[in-house]
């Protein structure tokens, strides 16, 4: 069953039109992502289905609802959560405190503890560094928390935007895997990354974006195999 679909969505900036006609389903308890290259619209796809940019055309539905003019908050309180690039934490709170900042909306607060231990199971180091603030993290511990904060908003879809951005190879690993644990822990999940291989090596099912429009998808694995995804993306 599709727990979110993005229906035929045209979006953009001004007089800029950045999506085109773009045609998205994600499947309920699966790990879902949409790769291509920097520009072609990935951000502006999830900007535009959370509510922060009004689509221009094209309908979002969430659950079976069309939830298309609804604005973020509405969205998060019915289970739809954004963790958007370039993290946006409380630099001056804790490592706690940011995550607590993620379980203020109604739907989140009575299950506030048991999404923390969900947090802390999924990112040891946080549990660990619970009381530093959070501007002295590094990049890596950064995005964990990021992440965090939106498991604590106890999503039914979690969407994340540019997971592995400016991030060392080991740290882009473990956080890659955490993607597959929150899959597996029953969270929808929808991966934005310009780290094509990554992307499709642990995803159920892609979507390659190109200039606004889904230029290809299918089955990841079919995907990460395909000649023009190896060639145009992967560089094989």
Excluded at 91 to 109: Q, Y
Aim: glycine fraction near 10%.
């Amino acid at each position: 069953m599709a727990v979110l679909e993005i229906r035929n969505l045209a979006s953009g900036y001004g007089e800029v039109q950045i999506l085109w006609d773009t045609t998205v389903s994600l499947q309920d308890k699966k790990l879902t992502c949409i790769v291509g290259g920097n520009g072609v619209g990935k951000t502006t796809m999830l900007r535009t289905v959370m509510g922060l940019i009004r689509p221009w055309s094209g309908s979002v539905w969430f659950e079976g609802k069309d939830v298309s003019r609804l604005p973020a908050y509405a969205k998060a309180e019915m289970g739809l959560t954004l963790v958007p690039e370039g993290r946006q934490l409380f630099t001056d709170m804790s490592v706690e405190e940011n995550l607590e900042m993620g379980a203020t909306n109604r739907r989140a607060r009575p299950k506030m503890k048991q999404n923390l231990e969900r947090v802390y199971e999924t990112f040891p180091r946080l549990k660990e560094r619970r009381v530093q603030k959070s501007g002295t993290l590094s990049g890596g511990e950064q995005q964990m928390l990021a992440v965090g904060r939106g498991i604590m908003s106890d999503p039914t879809v979690l969407m994340v935007d540019e997971l592995s951005l400016g991030l060392a190879p080991v740290l882009t690993l473990q956080l890659f895997e955490s993607m597959r644990k929150l899959r597996d822990a029953g969270i929808t999940v929808l991966l934005v990354e310009q780290n094509v291989h990554m992307a499709l090596a642990i995803s159920d099912y892609g979507y390659v974006l190109a200039e606004g429009k889904v230029e290809m998808e299918g089955p990841a694995k079919q995907l990460i195999k395909d000649e023009h995804v190896r060639t145009a993306y992967l560089g094989l």
